[in-house]
């Protein structure tokens, strides 16, 4: 079952078992770089003449750039418009394979629970499981997520 449109979304639309994808970001060299710089200047992430020869075998992004990535495609197609509510947080993330300049990003969620705020009647918090997928459909991001969403207005 699919969810209604972003700006249209409640607590209630937000199914177990409901599986969305969205999302094409390509991620450019001079991003990498720059993010890195700024938030984690390893030289993987930095200098793509050093890094040919460390760990990766390349310049690639940090996974802290990934979860930006993700967190941007979140907002832009699965977050209801009209109230986001923010997160209590994240359970569990993993970066799998490393993203590298010219990957094409998507992110795929699925709804692992939905249940109303046991202190706060007029919300509830979704858990889902977020795989941020490049281009050949490899996960280069999993996580655990949950998410505060607005229930459905009395009418």
């Known amino acids: 079952m699919a969810l209604p449109p972003a700006d249209d979304r409640y607590l209630e639309d937000y199914r177990v078992g409901t599986l969305e ?3 094409d970001v390509l991620i450019e060299e001079d991003e990498v770089i720059d993010f890195a710089r700024k938030y ?3 030289y993987f992430h930095t200098d793509p003449v050093r890094a040919k020869d460390g760990p990766f075998g390349g310049l690639v992004a ?3 750039q990934t979860c930006g990535i993700f967190m941007r495609l979140m ?8 109230a ?7 359970d569990a993330i993993r970066w799998p394979q490393p993203v590298r300049p010219g990957d094409r990003l998507r992110a795929k969620v699925m709804i692992l629970e939905s249940r109303r705020s046991r202190s706060k009647p007029d919300r509830g918090i979704v ?8 281009q050949h459909g490899e996960a280069v991001q999993v996580a655990v997520v949950k998410l505060l969403v607005p229930r459905r207005p009395a009418a």
């Open 21 to 23: 994808e969205f999302g």
């Open 75 to 82: 907002v832009e197609h699965f977050v209801p418009t009209h």
């Open 40 to 42: 984690d200047p390893q």
């Open 62 to 64: 940090s996974g802290w």
């Open 127 to 134: 858990t889902m499981r977020n795989r941020t997928l490049n």
């Open 84 to 90: 986001s509510l923010g997160s209590p947080g994240v």
